[in-house]
């Protein structure tokens, strides 16, 4: 069983950054590959970004990349997205996602790949 707690959401302005963690609770984290999804009122959840299991090989949606940089500390059991140039669009629950792989390069970006999720974390971008 692995446990996650999304953590870093909140208000800022349009143009503004923050900061998303996500805490996992198993010695075994390192070979999980992460995802954030992210998921607005009304709609599916979609893919933001991925890491895979060593943080060799990243992954990411049109909408995030440049934008959005997802890292993550092995020792801390812990994945973060930094969001940049925050936009009203970005507006939604935020969700961090864990899936077992078994390679170093391995990045998952559809829902179904993903065993483990957290609560969410809101984030909103006002104009």
């Known amino acids: 069983q692995v446990q996650l707690v999304e953590s870093g959401g909140g208000l800022v302005q349009a143009g503004g950054s923050l900061r998303l963690s996500c805490a996992a609770s198993?010695?075994?984290?390192?070979?999980?590959?992460m995802g954030w999804f992210r998921q607005a009122p009304g709609k599916e959840r979609e893919f933001v970004t991925a890491?895979?299991?060593?943080?060799?090989?990243?992954l990411y949606a049109g909408s995030a990349k440049g934008r959005f940089t997802i890292s993550r500390d092995n020792a801390k059991n812990a994945v973060y997205l930094q969001m940049n140039s925050l936009k009203p669009e970005d507006t939604a629950v935020y969700y961090c996602?864990?899936?077992?792989?078994?390679?170093?390069?391995?990045?998952?970006?559809?829902?179904?790949?993903?065993?483990?999720w957290g609560q969410g974390t809101q984030v909103t971008v006002s104009s």
């Open positions: 996602a864990a899936a077992r792989t078994y390679g170093d390069y391995v990045v998952k970006d559809d829902v179904e790949s993903y065993n483990y």
């Open positions: 890491i895979s299991r060593s943080g060799r090989n990243t």
């Open positions: 198993r010695r075994t984290f390192s070979t999980q590959a």
